[in-house]
């Protein structure tokens, strides 16, 4: 027994039970998914594809791996779906990898300090920024918080070979039809990346992008509700534009980018997109809205200033500027009383990143564990006595949590 490694195991659990998780990006998964990614398929290395690999011993992973797929393509109305990314970085990676020549094709995506994401093209630092030419589009106060001229405009000035529409801490609905006539004018692909969102797509509780993008990227872990992984999806309209996307995607996760396939996740999203098929799933979906409107509505009505005026998804941004406190400190007060959030920044921040003006804040979690519209009042009223009066709510979020217990 490893005594340290199993204590802090142990603290972990504890302060997962024990604090209210409101890190948007944050859920609590099944058991049965925990009970698979912790199982024997971990011992078994798979590289290459069902049917093609370069490993004997493949009989039962070939038909985990492949189920997993079909349950992708049925669930999300996809005709193709690689399953082994390890994560959402490196699915990214793969499709860029698979489509684009470095140092000369470029990347257009929302810029992260106003909610895109690193491997969006962040230059200088990132590899989609460092690798590949890239350019970044910024949002609008006012909505519909994107200006398609002004995207347009960037869009035929740097031709971008991918547009990449998805975000980590934009609130509202993304409007697919109007990337996908951008990318149709400048000849781009349209690349989804749905991390975020992709329960609520499934759920019914976000438009879906499979109409309009030819490949749609997704993390499994956070509205989704299943293991750490990823899925490289490509759309009908994708295979129409290159039968080849699909291939030339497979190659570039294997053996392009990554080696052997993390077997015991791939197990582990399989059993999260049976759940995410079960109409359970879509009340839990819609139910992760509401909240996160209630909480949004509570909030503004406490005085808090929210970026874009609320909420139609599963997270918020509040712009701490009218409170005279930074994102960071905000977010250790909070942690300190038991509500764990992220110091984010808001677009056009002041601030660095490192103390940016914005924490943000998700309902996914807290949804996970049944609360509804009742409780995320009691969390408004918690935020607004730890940041406006300095109270402490410590016992109050003891005592929320004690009723809405996790199964772990
Ligand atoms: N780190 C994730 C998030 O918190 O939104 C995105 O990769």
Sequence with gaps: MDKKIFSLLKKERERQRWTLMLIPSENYTYPEVRKVVGSVLMHKYAEGYPGRRYYQGMEFVDQIEKEAISRAQALFGVPFVNVQPYSGSPANSAVYFALLEPGKDTIMGLALSHGGHLTHGHPKITFSGKFFPSVQYFLKEQPPFFDFQEILDTALKYRPKIIVVGTTAFPRLLPWR??????????????????????????????????????????????????????????????????????????AVFPGLQGGPHLHTIAGIAVALKKAANKEFR????????????????????????????????????????????????????????????????????????????????????????MKEKEMKIIAQMIADVLKKNQSVKEKVKALLASFPVDF
Aim: proline share 7%; net charge positive; glycine share 10%.
């Design 178 to 251: 109007q990337f996908t006539q951008i990318a149709q004018k400048v000849g781009a692909y349209l690349l989804a990346d749905i991390s975020h969102i992709a329960g609520l797509i499934v759920g019914g509780a976000h438009p879906s992008p499979v109409p309009y993008a030819d490949i749609i990227t997704s993390t499994t872990h956070k509205t989704l509700r299943g293991p750490r992984g990823a899925l490289i999806m490509v759309t009908k309209k994708g295979l129409e534009k290159d039968p080849k996307l699909g291939e030339k995607i497979n190659r």
């Design 283 to 370: 009340a839990y979906a819609k139910q992760i809205v509401t909240n996160a409107r209630v909480l949004a509505e509570e909030l503004k009505n406490k005085g808090f200033s929210l970026v874009t005026g609320g909420t139609d998804n599963h997270l918020l941004v509040v712009d701490l500027r009218n409170l005279g406190i930074d994102g960071k400190e905000a977010a250790e007060r909070l942690e300190k009383e038991g509500l764990v959030v992220n110091a984010n920044t808001i677009p056009n921040d002041p601030r660095p990143p490192s103390r940016p003006s914005g924490i943000r804040l998700g309902t996914p979690a807290v949804t996970a564990r049944g």
